[in-house]
């Protein structure tokens, strides 16, 4: 699946950042399915910021210090616009069958 219009990851800047002065060692970010965190010193840091899956910020969400954050979500909206992601992964999903491929309604051009 092209998520990102064939865009290498590593080209995308997504990931968490820890701030680690208001890092209370809750280790909830240690949950995280892609294994981007690890426990050093009583504190997580993130070891695979790459991992991280774009868009995703469970863990600052439910993180009790507050610490960790992610780049801006604007920066990401804009990079998925410049870079038309959203159209190729909408052809993707059609070419998958996992999404009905949508009809065009009376006078209405196909612009694919």
């Known amino acids: 699946m092209p998520w990102f219009a064939g865009v290498p990851r590593n080209e995308i800047d997504?990931?968490?950042?820890?701030?680690?002065?208001?890092?209370?060692?809750?280790?909830?970010?240690?949950?995280?399915?892609?294994?981007?965190?690890?426990?050093?010193?009583g504190k997580s840091v993130v070891v695979r910021r790459g991992d991280c899956?774009?868009?995703?910020?469970?863990?600052?969400n439910l993180c009790q210090g507050r610490c960790i954050s992610f780049p801006p979500l604007g920066d990401l909206r804009r990079f998925y616009k410049e870079n038309q992601v959203?159209?190729?992964v909408k052809e993707a999903m059609i070419a998958e069958g996992r999404i009905s491929e949508p009809e065009l309604k009376l006078g209405e051009v196909d612009k694919r």
């Open 86 to 88: 959203w159209k190729y």
């Open 14 to 41: 997504w990931g968490p950042t820890i701030d680690a002065n208001k890092c209370v060692g809750c280790g909830v970010c240690l949950n995280c399915g892609r294994s981007v965190f690890e426990w050093k010193d």
């Open 53 to 60: 899956v774009v868009g995703c910020s469970t863990c600052g």
